[in-house]
């Protein structure tokens, strides 16, 4: 069964593309985590996933967004519009591509046996680690979730 969920649109704190991938401490996209990872959403804002990395085609690096919530600071990072939209979501271990793999390409092959639902390519692909810190720490791994645009076929 597919997992299919709506973003709203919002404003995003954003890394820049890394060609590079470099989440070390002194990297584009470690820096950027730094800063994301400092602030303190409120209570209201702190239950949803507010940062989303894709991979952009475009400028050919990893990009790492984080929504913005009231009062909280961009950290001097650019920031961008996110359209917000329908994505259907599945859920992998951080680091297995095969799996990753094979998962994409299941969850577009059941998108499209809906017959009423379609991949939407005006959008990237992005992904989410869902896994708390701590339970990360002990199981030696986290959770990706990954997002995958759809739209409804008209």
Known sequence: ??????????RAAVSGADPKGDFSPNGALGRFDQYFSALQPSPRDSFMPRDF?????????MVWMYALAEGLSDGGF???DFPGG????YVWRDGDEAENARLYRRTLEAVEATGTLAP????????HIIT?????????YAQMETFLPIRVKK
């Open 78 to 80: 650019p920031t961008a």
């Open 132 to 140: 708390p810190p701590e339970v990360q720490q002990a199981l030696g």
């Open 120 to 127: 939407d390519d005006t959008r990237p692909a992005m992904g």
């Open 53 to 61: 990395l894709y991979y952009d085609q475009e400028q050919g690096g």
């Open 1 to 10: 069964m597919l997992r299919i969920v709506s973003l709203p649109p919002f």
């Open 86 to 89: 329908l994505y259907t979501t």
